[in-house]
C-alpha cells in the first residue's frame, strides 16, 4: 500500500516537473454561444510562464505596447487537472476566481481546455489552447 501511495505522489511529481517553464501560445480556441473564435496569433505574442506553484502570462502586440495584458497567481496540478486562482489582474471581478482545467502534454506542446465562468465578469466559455516549449 506504501509503495502504491509513493508511485501516485511521484506521478504527481513528475507532472508538475513537467508543467514548469516558459510556454508560447500557438492556438487558442474559445466556444462561447454558438461561436466559435479562433485567437489570431500572428501579430501577438503570448507567453506563460509556470514554476513551482504559481503561474504568469503576458500578451503583447509584436510592434508596439497597443493591447497589452497580463495576470498571475498560484496553480494545482492533480493527475491532469490543473487549477488555477488568478490573484493579479486588471479586472476586479477576476480577482481570487479558480479557474479548473484539463491539461496534457505531449512532446513539447502543453494542451490546456476547460470551462472559463465567472457569473460577475459575464464570462462563460470553453477554451482550448496550446502552447509551445520555449527553450
Not at 504527481?12 to 516537473?17: I, M, R, V, Y
Not at 491532469?80 to 502534454?105: A, D, G, P, R, W
Amino acid at each position: 500500500m506504501l509503495s502504491f501511495l509513493c508511485l501516485g505522489l511521484l506521478g504527481c511529481n513528475e507532472n508538475k516537473q513537467a508543467i514548469q517553464g516558459t510556454w508560447k501560445m500557438v492556438y487558442a480556441e474559445t466556444v462561447e454561444n454558438d461561436s466559435v473564435k479562433i485567437k489570431n496569433l500572428s501579430n501577438t505574442t503570448f507567453i506563460k510562464i509556470i514554476n513551482q506553484d504559481h503561474f504568469a502570462f503576458f500578451n503583447q502586440e509584436n510592434h508596439g505596447s497597443d493591447h497589452f495584458y497580463g495576470g498571475a497567481g498560484t496553480y494545482s496540478l492533480k493527475g491532469s487537472t490543473y487549477n488555477e486562482t488568478l490573484k493579479f489582474t486588471q479586472v476586479e471581478s477576476l480577482k481570487n476566481h479558480m479557474f479548473s482545467f484539463s491539461v496534457s502534454i505531449k512532446g513539447d506542446t502543453l494542451i490546456q481546455s476547460g470551462l472559463e465562468h465567472v457569473k460577475e465578469a459575464g464570462i462563460n466559455r470553453t477554451i482550448t489552447e496550446k502552447y509551445v516549449r520555449v527553450n
